[in-house]
């Protein structure tokens, strides 16, 4: 409440210091050629006070009642007629000099106090100044609650794309959880040695799922890391039905991209690979400079239409369109019974945006 009164006591010494200023104004322009202060007093404390009145009019209801909502029709006709009524304020307060300060000799007027036409001016130049300063006031108050609402209506945007996002992210996880614990099952019934190894690998990938995840980037030796991983258990499970040629050509250091960008890519091409008698081929090359990141699963299939209009792919997509929007290419070829991905990254357009 103390803030409130304070600030009402601002804009009233404000006003008071403003309006003071005007009084001084018309006192000094009037008194060019007139001795008489006590009329040069009367005569600009009474234009003083129409030009109040008429700002005021004009500040607290024509211009946010009429000229803001639009409603020109009526503002120009209640313009008009606050014209004609200080039109009519300015000549009686010539009458008011002539009559009760010169004893109706008009001659002995002073110029300026006598001319119509000039004191209509500077009060109408008054109400101007401060009909301008309201449509300011206003102007800059609409800016800001637009940027305000914009800045809002631009956080829940990335808020939302932030949770979608997530929930892209937390959709791989059944593939590998799936895939990873069937293949263990598989050799813990046979008693396989590898079941132990494959254990110790799902669980890095676990680690690095429930926990790397969430990260906006993660270092690519992190992501290649933890895909050699998903490969060691691929074979494992595969056994010689399975041959994966990954080639690395990696050149610069400390890159960092979104987790689990890549492994979706080998994942469906295991998932949907066919083999060729009896083997599964699928050939991975990652090529990395310090301007882009060139990523290509090739493997052989028998269906791949469903492989370009899937869940995982789609998915990909979506995370690929948010994260690195207008900064990669992703191309997908079919041919010859073959499935070819062919992602490129451009990490200088990535660390800039």
Sequence with gaps: ??????????MLLLHFIFWFLVWFFFSSFFSVGSKNENFIFWFSAILSTISVAASYVFIYYLIPVFLIPKKHKL???YLFYALIFITCAVLMTVVFGFVF????????MPNLTKNPGVILVCVLLIVALTSSF???KYNFKFLEE??????KFLQTQLQLKEQ????????????????????????ALLKGEEAPEMILKLSNLL?????????????????????????????MRFHDSLEVNFKKEIGHQNVKISPMLLIPFVENSFKHGAAINGLLQIDIHLKVDQKNLFFRVKNASKNTEHLRTGIGIENIRKRLEMTYFEKH????????????????????????K
């Design 146 to 151: 637009k940027n305000s609402f914009e800045n």
């Design 75 to 77: 503002f120009v006709l």
């Design 164 to 187: 979608e996002l997530k929930f892209l992210k937390m959709q791989i996880h059944p593939h590998f959880l799936f895939n990873a614990l069937n293949t263990i099952y598989g050799f």
């Design 101 to 108: 300060f010169y004893n109706l000799e008009f001659q002995s």
């Design 329 to 352: 290419q992703l191309e997908i070829i079919e041919e010859n019974n073959t499935f070819d991905v062919l992602l490129n990254i451009n990490l200088e357009r990535s660390k800039t």
């Design 207 to 235: 680690d690095y799922i429930l926990y790397q995840i969430e990260k906006p980037n993660v270092l690519l030796e992190e992501e290649v890391s933890h895909l050699e991983d998903y490969i060691s258990l691929e074979k």
């Design 1 to 10: 409440m103390n803030k409130f009164v304070s600030k009402k006591l601002k």
């Design 134 to 136: 309201k449509i300011l």
